[in-house]
């Protein structure tokens, strides 16, 4: 019988798994399971090397749905993604986004219908990817900021941890509207702006409560 599982990840040990899961049941999904793996980075490992993603490769059949947040779960290398998401296409597995509900499969057999779907896979990918790099040099300058002012007013704490900091992110770059992000992350609407119009500052914030 076909399943809907759900593949969850984290990069690091302070971020949680559990709010990945509570967006996708409250996004529709009826999930049969949830295969997650905890600390690890999308950027150096790719799906078939985590402790999880192997399990997950053994357990997709044809017909089950795999949901993720977004592909930035599967990864945030370009290749690795893509390869991915094609695999399982072709076995018969049907991937599912929370994040603006999308759907790949790989029932069309029409050409134009593939190109449009492949670009957007394609798209989708390099997205994660150039939106880990951006991420990455944003926490570099975030703790030189933090080293600057080590026993100095910390300012106030931040209403939003990694994993918020990353969902924002990960929505600005799709293009969704701060009203959208506010609503799915819980966030104020100046919270949000202020994220997407300064994100080494936000980073930086973090850095200095240690979050």
Known sequence: ?????LYARVSTTDQTLAHQKTQAEK??????????DHGVSGVSTVLRERPEGKR??????????LVVRWVDRLGRNYQ???DTI???MRRGVVIRTVINNMTFNGATTDPMQ???RDALIAFMAATAQAQAEATKEAQKAGIEAAKGITGKYRGKKPSYDRDTLSQ???MAAQGAGTTTIAKA???????????????VAAEAALERWGA
């Open 27 to 36: 996004a529709g999904f009826k999930l049969d399971e949830v295969v997650a």
């Open 168 to 170: 924002v992110q990960t």
């Open 114 to 116: 593939e190109a449009v």
């Open 86 to 88: 094609r695999e399982f």
């Open 1 to 5: 019988m076909p399943q809907t599982i």
């Open 56 to 65: 997950l490769f053994d357990k997709l059949r044809k017909g089950d749905v």
């Open 80 to 82: 690795d993604v893509t």
């Open 185 to 199: 992350t819980g966030l104020s609407r100046q919270t949000v702006l202020r994220i997407k119009d300064d994100p």
